[in-house]
């Protein structure tokens, strides 16, 4: 059974640094890995999605790594800003399932 | 371009009560999963529909119930409401086609139940 860990829980960082959140699962043998964001109340909105066989993937000023050989993914994010705010999570699946585990979360508080 | 619909936004009902929760999907997107988000359990998996047909269930159960229709929108229903089913109801739709899980899933806003 796949486990999604994020740690830490929360992280809270001034305005302009970069950071990296991670994303451990247990079980290597997945086909896809994708970060979200959540503000308060809100639904889903996918930042990055990492398929099998790539190592990486960037958008603006987030990158997104997976190493699948050590069971983890992070997102970095550079030059951090206050609207970046919000809770983070990853997800993995398996080929021929549609169904995504997902982490508990980093909530990440930018300090203007 | 439209994005995942869930509607209603908010809901309240009373405990044994049931309540039917819709989704309409991206358009071209057939495959439809929901989720059921708590602050004590996270994200969970409910349950996956493509064309009509439920391909993946989570542990939930039976009172948890959906289905899709032919123009993929879904329908999720819980009967018998219980106190512990209060959460944020999420749908999210998927390009996948033959379920290889190899495209990424859009999000809804989701629907907020509140049972007393």
Known sequence: KQEVTQIPAALSVPEGENLVLNCSFTDSAIYNLQWFRQDPGKGLTSLLLIQSSQREQTSGRLNASLDKSSGRSTLYIAASQPGDSATYLCASNHFGNEKLTFGTGTRLTIIP | ?116
Not at chain 2, 74 to 89: F, I, K, P, Q, R
Not at chain 2, 90 to 111: D, E, K, Q, R
């Open chain 2, 1 to 116: 371009k439209a994005g995942v619909t869930q509607t209603p936004r908010y809901l309240i009902k009373t405990r044994g009560q049931q309540v039917t929760l819709s989704c309409s999907p991206i358009s071209g997107h057939r495959s439809v999963s929901w989720y059921q988000q708590t602050p004590g359990q996270g994200l969970q998996f409910l349950f996956e529909y493509f064309s009509e047909t439920q391909r993946n269930k989570g542990n939930f159960p039976g009172r948890f119930s959906g289905r899709q229709f032919s123009n993929s929108r879904s329908e999720m229903n819980v009967s018998t409401l219980e106190l512990g089913d209060s959460a944020l109801y999420l749908c999210a739709s998927s390009l996948a086609s033959s379920g290889t899980g190899n495209y990424g899933y859009t999000f809804g806003s989701g629907t907020r139940l509140t049972v007393v």
